[in-house]
């Protein structure tokens, strides 16, 4: 990667922070923690990876993602605003009545979000069988997601995650937001991953580990697991819940919480003063 | 034509998975995804046929839902099955996911649908099926009773613009219709004309409920017998014009009394055009081991007790 080009991907991931506190600000409240500690992902599988098309977020032969830990909506919306395929008048009905942007995803509503979010463990299985559809019409169609670490209590991952290695799921690739809090504490307080790369690489997949901050890790991951094509990737994101901001970074509570117009203040202050 | 004389004859999940090939033949593009009862519920058949629309999980009835959904994303039209009891009560967030808040039409299969879950025992019948997919919206719920019914439930379920549940009998049964039967989603019909009392009735308990009329007859009651294998959408027309006419429902299903085609039939009649209703059904109860025979004896869902409450029907139509 150049410079310039991690510049830019530095420079996108900023504004889709500050449109993320302000978007939470309007709306009075939001999932703050669990939104910030994907934006580099999104930013580089959006504005790198993805195979999209301008204007047509409906187009049949795009590459999919899946927010399978779908409470991190508002994250996916902030990125799809900087495509295009929202309008930052959109953004800021955030959870308003009647509004295009619930806080969990809902494909019904949202132009540009491909799958359903809000009940846990459900995401990757449908990435599975969006993956299976593709391979099954033999359309090179890649079908990228995000799943969390508290997410991953859930039985139904490893039921996706078994299903995914016995149909050597190739198109499948994606990341578990590792950022080790959930609601009720710590990861390892309320239930405890590790070894969670062992995990996965007995599940029969392609795995790697990167720092979910540096872009340079997420391309270099993302290209190398595109490459593996006879087997599902998993990229383990080690991540910071609520990164970039202090009031929010490595912050228990930052997984759900109000937001004032102080908040905005003092993150635009924050992300400016990051820039250099 | 000749095929369709004899299909009676088969097993139902055979004429499941005979029309899904059937479907795929004449261009539908559809997958079958399963939880490892494709010998079950009949679909090894298809997946001989089209192994590269099969999709098996293993025992992970979850998953099946949620892959199924991914799916129809893509544009496939999926067929999924398990026990009624799996394919309903253990999934309904599953369900409800895909289908309600995200409008993807899958197609779910519970078979051994109440009684018929039978030596298996309470674990695998599935009394309270209909009631927990009646309660999703845009969920659609088939119920029927013979082999041509559910072959035409199985192409208007492929056809349809939304999700829909149907109730599998997998083992054979005997005809109630004919080569030329119709079935149409939100319709039902009049299988024999009265007009004292109706009798509705659907799937398993379509022979029941044919069986006390003719004994009314005998006796001299009219009685009017709706087939209803629509339980949702509800053919509401044909329901309230045999209220109208009749003044007095007995309503019959392989199900529980609470949340059915009974259930259906009373919020709507309460609301439109009270009448007496009479619900024959699973009681409040949980099932137990036993052939279906045992268990209808045991639980009242037989021609007698739809007799007994059609004539109390009838004592309340005149009070």
């Not at chain 1, 994250?75 to 942007?101: F, P, W």
């Not at chain 2, 009684?115 to 309660?135: C, K, P, Y």
């Not at chain 2, 719920?141 to 559910?150: H, I, N």
């Not at chain 2, 492929?158 to 054979?172: D, E, F, N, Q, S």
């Amino acid at each position: 990667m150049t410079e310039k080009e991690i510049k830019g991907l530095g420079e996108v991931s900023r504004s889709v922070r500050e449109l993320i506190v302000e978007m939470m600000v309007e709306a009075g409240s939001g999932h703050l923690g669990g939104s910030l500690s994907i934006v580099e992902i999104l930013v580089v599988l959006y504005h790198k990876f993805m195979r999209l098309r301008e204007g047509e977020p409906d187009w049949p032969e795009r590459d999919r993602f899946v927010l399978s830990k779908g409470h991190a909506g508002p994250a996916l919306y902030a990125v799809l605003q900087t495509k295009g395929y929202l309008s930052r008048n959109d953004l800021m009905t955030l959870n308003k009545a009647e509004t295009i942007l619930p806080s969990h995803c809902d494909m019904t509503r949202t132009p540009g979000v491909d799958m359903f979010g809000g009940s846990l463990g459900m995401g990757l299985s449908a990435a599975v069988g969006m993956a299976l559809a593709a391979g099954m019409d033999k359309k090179d169609i890649r079908v990228f997601f995000i799943i969390g670490d508290g997410e991953s209590d859930e039985g139904q991952i490893w039921e996706a995650a078994m299903a995914a290695s016995k149909y050597r799921l190739g198109n499948l690739v994606g990341f578990l937001d590792g950022n080790k809090m959930q609601i009720d504490g710590t990861v390892d307080k309320v239930m405890p991953l590790e070894p969670l790369k062992d995990k996965w690489l007995s599940f029969g997949w392609d795995v790697r580990e990167i720092d979910g901050h540096n872009v340079e890790e997420i391309s270099g991951a993302l290209k190398r697991a595109i490459e593996c094509g006879d087997k599902p990737s998993m990229i383990i994101a080690h991540t910071v819940k609520g990164k970039g901001l202090s009031f929010s970074e490595n912050i228990l509570t930052s997984h759900n919480m109000k937001l004032t117009p102080g908040h905005l203040a003092q993150a635009l202050k924050e992300l400016r003063a990051s820039r250099k | 034509m000749n095929k369709l004389e004899r299909l009676p004859e088969k097993e139902m999940r055979c004429v499941y998975a005979e029309t899904l090939i059937e479907l795929v033949e004449e261009g539908r593009d559809i997958v079958v995804v399963e939880a490892d009862l494709a010998r079950t519920n009949g679909t090894d058949l298809f997946a001989r046929r089209f192994p590269e629309r099969f999709i098996d999980l293993g025992v992970a009835e979850a998953n099946m839902i949620s892959v199924a959904a991914g799916m129809a994303a893509m544009g496939k039209i999926p067929f999924t099955s398990s026990f009624g009891s799996f394919a309903g009560r253990r999934v309904v967030d599953q369900l409800f996911m895909a289908v309600t808040y995200s409008h993807l039409k899958i197609k779910v299969i519970g078979s051994d649908p109440g009684v018929t879950g039978g030596i298996n025992g309470a674990s695998h019948q599935a009394f309270e099926d209909m009631a927990l997919m009646r309660a999703l919206p845009d969920m659609a719920v088939l119920d029927p009773g013979d082999a041509y019914e559910l072959r035409q439930a199985v192409r208007e379920a492929a056809a349809y613009p939304g999700a829909v549940y149907i109730r599998l009998l997998r083992k054979i049964h005997p005809a109630v219709f004919g080569p030329d039967y119709c079935l149409k989603i939100g319709k039902g019909s009049i299988i024999k004309d009265g007009h004292e009392a109706t009798i509705i009735a659907s799937g398993y308990m379509l022979r029941p409920a044919l069986e006390a009329a003719a004994t009314l007859e005998k006796q001299g009651v009219s009685v009017r017998v709706l087939n209803m294998p629509s339980v949702k959408p509800l053919d509401t027309q044909l329901v309230l014009s045999a209220a109208r006419r009749t003044g007095a429902i007995v309503t019959a299903e392989n199900h529980s009394v609470i949340g059915g085609l009974g259930a259906a039939v009373c919020e709507l009649v309460a609301g439109e055009y009270p009448v007496p209703v009479r619900r024959v059904g699973m009681p409040d109860h949980c099932g137990e081991v036993g052939t279906a025979d045992f268990l209808c004896r045991k639980f009242g869902l037989t021609a007698e007790n739809i007799v007994r409450q059609v004539h109390i029907a009838l004592e309340m139509k005149r009070d």
